[in-house]
C-alpha cells in the first residue's frame, strides 16, 4: 500500500523481484490523470529517496520511451482494436483503462541484486510530500543515485560530489545583497569622468558577480544545514578528486575505492540533511547507512 492505494509489484521478465533490473510498480483506479500524475511523481520521489537510502541505487527514468514502434505494425490489415502497441517507458506511464480507471506504470531501473524488505521498509517510511516542487534537490538525489550505479570509482566520486556542489551553486545572494547591488549599479551614473562604454562595462560585471567561488558555496551550504564540522572531511574528498582527475595523485586502488565510499557517504548525508529540513520525512535505514544524524 502506498498512501492508501494497492500497488502491484512485477518484473519487467517475470523473475524474481530481487534478482530483476528492472521494477513496474501499477496501480489503477483513478479518475482523473492529473490525479494519477500527482500520484505517480510522490511515488517516484519516494522509490528515488528509498533507492539511495538503502544504498541500491535507482534510476526512476525520466518518463521517455526507452524504444519506438513501427507504424507498419498499427496498419496491419485486421489487427485486433484492443491491442494497443507502445513502446516501454523508463520513468513516469499513464495509460487509459476503460474498466477502472487510469494505469500508472512508474518503471525504476535498479543496480544490483538487493534485500527486496528492506527497500518496500524504506517505501512505506518514506514522506516526500514537500521535495515535489524542489528541483535542485531532486537533480542532487538523481546524481546520487547515479553514483551508486555507477560502476568505476572516480565516476562515483565525481558524480557523488557534484550532487553536493549543484546545492551549493544555488545558493544565491540575500534580499538585502541583491538590492545593495542594485544600489551601485545605479550609483555608477553619477560619474562623470568615464565613458558610458566603461560604465556599461561595469555594470555588467555587477549583474555576472555569483556569491562566492564554487568551493565556498559548499562551506557556506554546509553550514546552513548545521553540517559545518564536517568541512575538512569534505575539503579532503574535494581535494584529492581534484589530484586524481589531473592525474596528481599516486593514490593505490584501494584507496581510492576508499574514497568513492566516502565521497557518497558524505554527499549523500549532506543532500539527504537538506531533503529533511525541508519537511520531508526519511526512511530510519538512512541513519544506518550514512553514520550521520540526517
Same mark, same amino acid.
Given at each position: 500500500m502506498f498512501k492508501n492505494r494497492e500497488v502491484i509489484i512485477t518484473s519487467e521478465r517475470g523473475e524474481a523481484l530481487s534478482k530483476g533490473d528492472w521494477m513496474?510498480?501499477?496501480t489503477r483506479g483513478f479518475t482523473t490523470e492529473n490525479q494519477a500524475t500527482n500520484f505517480g511523481t510522490q511515488l517516484k520521489l519516494v522509490l528515488g529517496v528509498s533507492g539511495f537510502c538503502t544504498r541500491i541505487g535507482v534510476n526512476v527514468g525520466a518518463d521517455k520511451p526507452r524504444g519506438y514502434v513501427n507504424e507498419k505494425? +498499427?496498419?496491419?490489415?485486421? +489487427?485486433?482494436?484492443?491491442?494497443?502497441?507502445?513502446?516501454n517507458v523508463h520513468g513516469l506511464e499513464i495509460l487509459p483503462d476503460v474498466e477502472r480507471g487510469v494505469l500508472l506504470l512508474p518503471s525504476p531501473t535498479l543496480s544490483q541484486k538487493f534485500n527486496l524488505k528492506e527497500f518496500l521498509v524504506a517505501?512505506?517510511?518514506?514522506s516526500v510530500e514537500a521535495l515535489v516542487d524542489e528541483q535542485r534537490l531532486i537533480e542532487s538525489l538523481g546524481l546520487l543515485n547515479q553514483a551508486l550505479l555507477a560502476k568505476e570509482p572516480f565516476s562515483k566520486i565525481v558524480l557523488a560530489i557534484s550532487a553536493v556542489e549543484a546545492l551549493g551553486i544555488s545558493e544565491g545572494w540575500t534580499c538585502k545583497q541583491e538590492s545593495l547591488?542594485?544600489?551601485l549599479a545605479k550609483h555608477i551614473d553619477s560619474f562623470s569622468d568615464i565613458s558610458e562604454y566603461e560604465k556599461e562595462e561595469i555594470r555588467s560585471r555587477i549583474k555576472s558577480l555569483q556569491r562566492s567561488s564554487l568551493?565556498?558555496?559548499?562551506v557556506s551550504l554546509l553550514v546552513s544545514l548545521e553540517m559545518g564540522s564536517f568541512t575538512?572531511?569534505?575539503?579532503?574528498?574535494?581535494?584529492?578528486r581534484g589530484k586524481l582527475f589531473h592525474r596528481q595523485s599516486n593514490l593505490s586502488e584501494s584507496e581510492i575505492n576508499k574514497l568513492s565510499y566516502d565521497s557518497v557517504r558524505l554527499s549523500g548525508a549532506v543532500v539527504l540533511r537538506a531533503i529533511k529540513l525541508k519537511g520531508n520525512k526519511l526512511p530510519k535505514i538512512? +541513519?544506518?547507512?550514512?553514520?550521520?544524524d540526517v
Open positions: 513496474i510498480f501499477e505494425i +498499427l496498419r496491419i490489415p485486421g +489487427l485486433d482494436s484492443r491491442f494497443w502497441p507502445r513502446p517505501v512505506t517510511e518514506c547591488l542594485k544600489h568551493s565556498k558555496s559548499v575538512k572531511e569534505w575539503k579532503r574528498i574535494d581535494r584529492l538512512a +541513519l544506518k547507512n550514512f553514520d550521520f
